[in-house]
């Protein structure tokens, strides 16, 4: 991902535009390759493109796609997506978690781990992707950003190989 | 010892294990998106800095030496096999260092500092960073004492200060390390510490030099610090630097540390590799922009400190393959600007016979003059204009056979000069052996000697000297000065050997 469509995204941010209506620009692009290739394709007049984005879209996400048209970025239209959703959850404090778990966690250990990344992040709200790993023998293991807490039974005799042969 | 049975240990082990504080394993880690060539690409590690230290699963770490906006690249200091895409990197918060200690004296080692030799494991005092600024310019001191290199023809008229810094130049196959192992040998007793640096050389030339050290007694006060060519880039990179800071414990104790690193060139091509597959650009000879950096910054580490720090130094030997003589392609250029000198060895005169092959008119040393002794200063006054002077009349007198008196003295006395500037391998003279022929040869002693016999003449009168007459060479050494009636006295001696 480049600077501009890391610019690109927090410009599309600060349009406030909803959030629903960006999600749903990202999934159209998505499922119709065609619409990007068309509006990329260099031999299309600006005119033409114009036509087409007005017909589709309208408001601030039709001005925001011409600009991008007008400048010759529409090909980091997908990028600026991602950099737009990043952005957005940083402004909102949505932290993204990994669990990993030998035996499905109950409530109230999931609600523990969220407690305790909340406090951790000083962030709002947490996001947890649970998936089963069983190579960890027991407990779990956590990741959120760029951190991971390992309380799993795998990193602990890791641990303590490491204190036993002193390295 | 006493013997420990099974039970024993197993209750020890199960009394750790019940003791033990689990931390939660907090780390920061990443994962490997892309290895090739000693080579790694990291994504996920957000805070890593450059040169920090990450460990990869299978235990190899690597050294962070690319921050991007993503993904940062490291290399790699071991095999990077077991490392894969996806492979988890942790963060370590530490910058490169190497353990240090006196226990490593005597002892080959790798980049690491981990030993080579066989000799077991190395007890260390302390760790340092590889990578250490340079004292500055209130904790130096100028070059006040000589490091006595033993070869005559260096001492006498490039002399070496402590703190210096002096490259050894020249083809290969010219003799730049004997010049370098010469010099460790005749540190003996000095109390010099040596660090002896190889840098991509074979496996079997650093044990030849090894075996040679150990022969003359070296290895006792030296410490050979090992990359072969073998060895990942990212090794021999680090490995002067690591030298250094090994160099570097010794000299913040007060001690004075002599380092050679062999060699410089070849360290700017294992750099140009990890610069290349790091995508930096090419500059000239596609080495990177920094490659001037790269030496700067090692060889400023080398300095005399002021007496407030101890006093203690680093003398810098670097050494420089040259190609075809060229002393004007880029990596001579950079060190020869960087040193404070240096000693320019000829392949012309390396095969004429003239060994140590010294290019008298290139090689030069700035700051070595105020550190000679007033001894050897005296003695070698006007040794560099006879060479010069023989130089000349000897490209003139070429074609022409009839020559007066004045000028055959002065050609026999060139000569002769020539002649003793010579010198076997590791047969290093004392300062009082030095002064005593340079007296001789300034006081034309020599000169009626057959030039053929110069070196064995030599020999004869100083051990002459030596047996018959011990209180001159006691007194050069002592008082490190060479009086008038020093002067006679020797003379005089040398006319009663020639009387025998």
Same mark, same amino acid.
């Given at each position: 991902m480049t600077q501009t469509a890391n610019n690109y995204g927090k410009v599309l941010y600060e349009l406030s535009i909803p959030k629903e209506e960006v999600e749903q620009t990202a999934k159209l692009f998505e499922e119709e390759p065609k619409l990007l290739n068309i509006l990329q394709n260099p031999t299309v007049l600006r005119k033409t493109k114009y036509a087409v984005i007005d017909r589709i879209f309208d408001g601030k996400m039709s001005a925001f796609l011409k600009l991008l048209c007008k400048y010759g970025r529409i090909g980091q239209l997908t990028d600026a997506f991602i950099a737009y959703r990043e952005y957005y959850e940083k402004q909102h404090g949505i932290l993204h978690g990994q669990v990993y778990y030998v035996n499905p966690l109950e409530k109230t250990e999931k609600e523990r781990i969220v407690q305790f990344l909340k406090e951790k992040f000083s962030c709002e709200e947490v996001l947890l992707e649970e998936e089963k790993n069983e190579? #960890? #023998?027991g407990g779990y293991l956590l990741k959120a950003g760029g951190i991971e807490f390992d309380f799993s039974y795998e990193g602990r005799l890791h641990q303590l190989e490491k204190k036993l042969i002193g390295r | 010892m006493s013997a420990i049975s099974a039970a024993d240990i197993i209750s020890i082990l199960k009394a750790e294990v019940e003791n033990y504080n689990w931390d939660a394993g907090e780390q920061e880690v990443g994962s490997v998106i892309w290895v090739g060539d000693g080579i790694a690409t990291i994504y996920g590690i957000d805070h890593a800095m450059y040169g920090e230290i990450v460990v990869f699963d299978n235990g190899v770490k690597g050294m962070v030496q690319d921050i991007r906006r993503n993904e940062i690249g490291c290399i790699l200091f071991g095999s990077d096999t077991g490392i894969k895409e996806g492979t988890k990197v942790t963060r370590t918060k530490k910058k490169a260092g190497i353990p240090v200690g &006196? $226990?490593?004296?005597g002892r080959i080692i790798n980049a690491l500092g981990e030993p080579v030799d066989g000799k077991g494991e190395i007890p260390a005092k302390d760790y340092r960073p590889i990578e250490e600024e340079a004292p500055g310019i209130i904790q130096r001191r100028s070059v006040n004492t000589p490091l006595e290199t033993g070869i005559l023809s260096i001492d006498s008229m490039f002399p070496i200060g402590r703190g210096q810094r002096e490259l050894i130049i020249g083809d290969r196959q010219t003799g730049k390390t004997s010049i370098a192992v010469d010099t460790i040998i005749n540190q !003996? $007793? !000095? $109390?010099v510490i040596c660090i002896y640096v190889a840098i991509g050389q074979k496996a079997s030339s650093v044990a030849k030099l090894v075996s040679t050290l150990e022969h003359h007694g070296a290895l006792d006060y030296t410490i050979v610090l090992v990359s072969t060519a073998s060895e990942p880039a990212s090794l021999q990179y680090i490995s002067p630097y690591a030298g250094t800071a090994l160099g570097e414990y010794f000299m913040y104790q007060g001690k004075d540390v002599l380092m050679v690193y062999d060699d410089l060139s070849k360290h700017a091509v294992a750099y140009r590799a990890l610069s290349l597959l790091l995508e930096r650009p090419p500059g000239r000879e596609a080495y990177p922009g920094d490659v001037f950096y790269l030496h700067s910054r090692l060889l400023e580490r080398s300095s005399r400190l002021n007496d407030e720090l101890g006093g203690g130094s680093i003398t810098a030997l670097p050494i420089v393959e040259t190609q075809a003589g060229d002393v004007s392609s880029y990596i001579p250029t950079n060190v020869i600007s960087i040193t404070d000198g240096q000693i320019f060895l000829e392949s012309d005169l390396f095969f004429a016979g003239m060994r140590p092959a010294v290019n008298v008119g290139l090689s030069v040393s700035r700051v070595g003059g105020a550190a000679q002794t007033k001894a050897m200063k005296k003695a070698s006054g006007s040794i560099r204009i006879d060479l010069a002077q023989y130089r000349e009349m000897e490209v003139f007198t070429q074609f022409s056979s009839d020559l007066d008196d004045n000028t055959k003295q002065q050609l026999q006395h060139g000569k002769v000069l020539m002649e003793l500037l010579k010198q076997p391998l590791a047969h290093p003279l004392s300062l009082h052996e030095q002064v005593m022929t340079l007296c001789l040869a300034n006081n034309r002693?020599?000169?009626?000697? &057959?030039v053929k016999k110069v070196k064995e003449y030599q020999k004869g009168i100083l051990e002459f000297i030596d047996r018959k007459h011990p209180q001159i060479g006691f007194e050069i050494e002592e008082k490190k000065a060479l009086t008038d009636e020093l002067v006679e006295q020797i003379i005089e001696a040398a006319k009663e050997y020639k009387s025998r």
């Amino acid at each position: 991902m480049t600077q501009t469509a890391n610019n690109y995204g927090k410009v599309l941010y600060e349009l406030s535009i909803p959030k629903e209506e960006v999600e749903q620009t990202a999934k159209l692009f998505e499922e119709e390759p065609k619409l990007l290739n068309i509006l990329q394709n260099p031999t299309v007049l600006r005119k033409t493109k114009y036509a087409v984005i007005d017909r589709i879209f309208d408001g601030k996400m039709s001005a925001f796609l011409k600009l991008l048209c007008k400048y010759g970025r529409i090909g980091q239209l997908t990028d600026a997506f991602i950099a737009y959703r990043e952005y957005y959850e940083k402004q909102h404090g949505i932290l993204h978690g990994q669990v990993y778990y030998v035996n499905p966690l109950e409530k109230t250990e999931k609600e523990r781990i969220v407690q305790f990344l909340k406090e951790k992040f000083s962030c709002e709200e947490v996001l947890l992707e649970e998936e089963k790993n069983e190579s #960890l #023998l027991g407990g779990y293991l956590l990741k959120a950003g760029g951190i991971e807490f390992d309380f799993s039974y795998e990193g602990r005799l890791h641990q303590l190989e490491k204190k036993l042969i002193g390295r | 010892m006493s013997a420990i049975s099974a039970a024993d240990i197993i209750s020890i082990l199960k009394a750790e294990v019940e003791n033990y504080n689990w931390d939660a394993g907090e780390q920061e880690v990443g994962s490997v998106i892309w290895v090739g060539d000693g080579i790694a690409t990291i994504y996920g590690i957000d805070h890593a800095m450059y040169g920090e230290i990450v460990v990869f699963d299978n235990g190899v770490k690597g050294m962070v030496q690319d921050i991007r906006r993503n993904e940062i690249g490291c290399i790699l200091f071991g095999s990077d096999t077991g490392i894969k895409e996806g492979t988890k990197v942790t963060r370590t918060k530490k910058k490169a260092g190497i353990p240090v200690g &006196e $226990g490593y004296i005597g002892r080959i080692i790798n980049a690491l500092g981990e030993p080579v030799d066989g000799k077991g494991e190395i007890p260390a005092k302390d760790y340092r960073p590889i990578e250490e600024e340079a004292p500055g310019i209130i904790q130096r001191r100028s070059v006040n004492t000589p490091l006595e290199t033993g070869i005559l023809s260096i001492d006498s008229m490039f002399p070496i200060g402590r703190g210096q810094r002096e490259l050894i130049i020249g083809d290969r196959q010219t003799g730049k390390t004997s010049i370098a192992v010469d010099t460790i040998i005749n540190q !003996k $007793g !000095k $109390g010099v510490i040596c660090i002896y640096v190889a840098i991509g050389q074979k496996a079997s030339s650093v044990a030849k030099l090894v075996s040679t050290l150990e022969h003359h007694g070296a290895l006792d006060y030296t410490i050979v610090l090992v990359s072969t060519a073998s060895e990942p880039a990212s090794l021999q990179y680090i490995s002067p630097y690591a030298g250094t800071a090994l160099g570097e414990y010794f000299m913040y104790q007060g001690k004075d540390v002599l380092m050679v690193y062999d060699d410089l060139s070849k360290h700017a091509v294992a750099y140009r590799a990890l610069s290349l597959l790091l995508e930096r650009p090419p500059g000239r000879e596609a080495y990177p922009g920094d490659v001037f950096y790269l030496h700067s910054r090692l060889l400023e580490r080398s300095s005399r400190l002021n007496d407030e720090l101890g006093g203690g130094s680093i003398t810098a030997l670097p050494i420089v393959e040259t190609q075809a003589g060229d002393v004007s392609s880029y990596i001579p250029t950079n060190v020869i600007s960087i040193t404070d000198g240096q000693i320019f060895l000829e392949s012309d005169l390396f095969f004429a016979g003239m060994r140590p092959a010294v290019n008298v008119g290139l090689s030069v040393s700035r700051v070595g003059g105020a550190a000679q002794t007033k001894a050897m200063k005296k003695a070698s006054g006007s040794i560099r204009i006879d060479l010069a002077q023989y130089r000349e009349m000897e490209v003139f007198t070429q074609f022409s056979s009839d020559l007066d008196d004045n000028t055959k003295q002065q050609l026999q006395h060139g000569k002769v000069l020539m002649e003793l500037l010579k010198q076997p391998l590791a047969h290093p003279l004392s300062l009082h052996e030095q002064v005593m022929t340079l007296c001789l040869a300034n006081n034309r002693v020599f000169d009626s000697v &057959e030039v053929k016999k110069v070196k064995e003449y030599q020999k004869g009168i100083l051990e002459f000297i030596d047996r018959k007459h011990p209180q001159i060479g006691f007194e050069i050494e002592e008082k490190k000065a060479l009086t008038d009636e020093l002067v006679e006295q020797i003379i005089e001696a040398a006319k009663e050997y020639k009387s025998r």
